[in-house]
């Protein structure tokens, strides 16, 4: 009789163990399996082998699946706790095969994208190529967009896109002279093709004040870059001014002088010389208001020059 109490005391302590494992994960009669809640250290679905690797609840309507004891990514239904479906938490690399597809707004850097696409941060780019259409409502980069290919081989439509804080590219956007801006270009800008304007075409003017030099009967004397499209100049010396034009520019760049002194005197007067790098048609002064053209170009010796291709005394 002892022994077989023994022997029913050990089934009865194993029967106790295996329905306190068994019992956590409650497999109902329909074929369902519920596991605990678990954390991110205890996931309550994991691994014998690895404990801290699988998924939990988070909360309602929100599953979170962990590695190393943290939560590498989760998602839900929007919950007023959870502000996202699907959400990939920072320090995690998320690659996709496939194309991606996103219904409503992508947000980069941001939990709440005020565009369709809205990136907080830098966007880089080794090669981007477009074979039929951008259309850009709206797009606002708070960063930097570095782009070592880019290729549009057919069209751009856009109503606003601003890259950088500089305003190094910007479409539709700055108002300039209460005007908008259709296109503002801070650098370079290259046109292979035809370039239509069907407003006015308006160039910068560059104010330059040619002082006295504080010496009695001689003419001040200034050298401008050449690097401006406009030059608006003013004569301050009582005895007059002379100009000149800088030797190097890039060919084919085309300026304008103005003389826009108060005063029409002789002493408020600019004089040009015929002598290089200037070829001028003849001996040159500007009065008040009057103005002179000149392109730049290079011979075939390779020698620069800046020639005139008008002037009007107003």
Known sequence: MS????????????????????????ATAQ????????TATRPGRSYTLDTRLGSYRIGRDNEGFVADGQVRWHYGAAAPSLAVVFHVLSGVESRFGGPLY????????????GAALHVVGAMQATALTLQTQLVIQALHVQGAISAVSATLQNQLTTNGVIFGTDNAFNLGTSVSAGRPRDLFVARDAHVAGYLHVQGAFTTGAHVVTVASDGVGGQANAETLSGLRSLYLLECLDGDGCTVTLGSSATVGTVIRLINVSTSGSANHNLTLSDAAPLHLAGALTLSADD???FVYVVNR???????ELSRSAN
Request: overall charge positive; proline content about 6%.
């Open 291 to 293: 103005a002179v053209t």
């Open 301 to 307: 010796s390779g020698a620069g020059n800046w020639v």
């Open 3 to 26: 022994r077989r109490r023994v022997r029913i005391g050990r089934w009865a302590a194993l029967l106790g163990l295996a329905l306190a494992l068994a019992l956590p994960l409650m």
């Open 31 to 38: 074929g369902y399996l519920f596991a605990p809640d678990g």
């Open 102 to 113: 996103v219904q409503s707004a992508l947000g980069v850097g941001t939990d709440t994208p």
